[in-house]
């Protein structure tokens, strides 16, 4: 049984817990080591081995720098782990220092890195010699990797490759829905729309864009009873601050905060008309070039997804027919298409998305395996 070594930014958060469970699935030994930020699933507990670094705070890059050097002495101890991995994975730039030194440390500099890419966080994309710097360090350590893993390419068109540099392997492993062994059937029709109330726009998911937050805000202002936001998940505080006066002032926002995944998933977007998907958290740079996971997951019930046109959600969103496009991130965008569209034309929208394959939206095990096949290629247990 090959043994996969994951240094994972959050043991608690959802995608990562996804990822590794779908390792285990796919018959690997799987370990980790791995951080805690607190920003979500405070009681769980992983149940496959684990190692803990400590808690890691958000965006404080010097605590996060220290959190890094005590991370060694953990790291150290779990050097058996190390030493009989077949693939190492680092799920972003921190936990790639730490895994490139421990490959060094213990003697296993044999053993494929694979740098698994989520965001291009907005150090790497400032102009200034802070951003220089940050970029020559990935860029070494880029040099020193066996795979790239991304979740769109728009990250290799528009970063990886023209900006670093890199034409090393890459594989593409986009932010599908991961049931987990659960069976989460799709709708076989479109909702029937209620055809005298309000648009019901939904906000899912980690809810940390705070340009996302103003727009829906003057659009629920402007609309008044004409729309109604309702917005599901974890909020990153950290990132957009306290929403609860901004909704409580407001008859139609709603916040539900989380939710189970996917347990709820159906009933979130039985519940909505549209999704509000675009990320413009970082504006120009890594909001343009991802592809976010709520739109799968709207798009596997059948509510169509709203995105901005330059942007690669938006160019997704558009060639797929998966929802609707928007110019510019403005509420005069949003509300000019809300008042334009028509229930008919929504239900039509909802219908064209249901008879798309399942496997548009859904991650399966075999593309998890193809995506790490080119790193077990050269493993040292396959030599």
């Known amino acids: 049984m090959a043994r996969v070594v994951v240094f994972a930014f959050d043991i608690k958060e959802a995608s990562q817990i996804r990822r590794i469970r779908s390792l285990l699935q796919l018959g690997y030994d799987v370990r980790s080591l791995a951080f805690q930020r607190g920003n979500m699933n405070a009681d769980f507990v992983p149940d496959w081995t684990n190692t803990n670094l400590g808690h890691v705070p958000n965006e404080n890059y010097g605590k996060r720098l220290l959190a890094l050097i005590r991370a060694l002495w953990p790291t150290f101890r779990s050097r058996q782990n190390l030493r009989s991995a077949d693939v190492i994975v680092a799920r972003n730039f921190d936990l790639l220092i730490l895994a490139w030194m421990a490959r060094g440390l213990f003697g296993r500099r044999r053993v494929p890195i694979v740098y698994e890419c989520l965001d ?116 990153h505080r950290h990132a957009i601050g306290d929403i609860d006066a901004a909704v409580e002032s407001r008859a139609n926002i709603r916040f539900f905060g989380p939710y189970s995944y996917p347990r709820d998933l159906e009933a979130i ?51 797929e027919q998966l929802g609707l496009t928007i110019s510019e991130p403005s509420a005069d965008a949003l509300v000019a ?47």
């Not at 064209?352 to 998890?368: N, S, T, V, W, Y």
């Open 120 to 235: 291009i966080h907005r150090l790497f994309t400032r102009p200034d010699a802070i951003g220089a710097l940050m970029r020559w360090c990935e860029r070494r350590l880029l040099a020193r990797v066996q795979l790239l893993i991304v979740s769109s390419p728009g990250f290799v068109e528009h970063y990886f490759v023209p900006v670093q540099g890199f034409h090393g392997d890459v594989s593409i492993i986009e932010n599908k829905l991961w049931f987990d062994g659960a069976t989460v059937s799709r709708p076989l029709d479109a909702p029937r729309r209620n055809a005298r109330g309000p648009i019901i726009l939904s906000w899912v998911g980690s809810i940390r864009c705070a340009p996302s937050l103003q727009i829906l805000l003057q659009t629920a202002d402007r609309m008044g009873k004409d729309v109604q936001i309702n917005i599901h998940g974890n909020v």
């Open 269 to 319: 977007y039985a519940g909505s008309d549209l999704v509000w998907a675009q990320d413009l958290w970082q504006s120009g740079a890594n909001s343009d070039w991802l592809l976010p996971n709520r739109m799968y997951e709207a798009s596997w019930f059948g509510c169509p997804s709203i995105a901005v046109e330059t942007t690669e959600t938006g160019r997704k969103v558009a060639a």
């Open 337 to 383: 298409l809300l008042r334009r569209i028509t229930r008919p034309e929504l239900s039509a929208l909802s219908q064209g998305i249901l008879e798309q394959d399942d496997k548009q939206f859904e991650l399966r095990p075999e593309a998890i395996e193809d995506a790490l096949s080119p790193a077990f290629r050269i493993s040292p247990a396959n030599r």
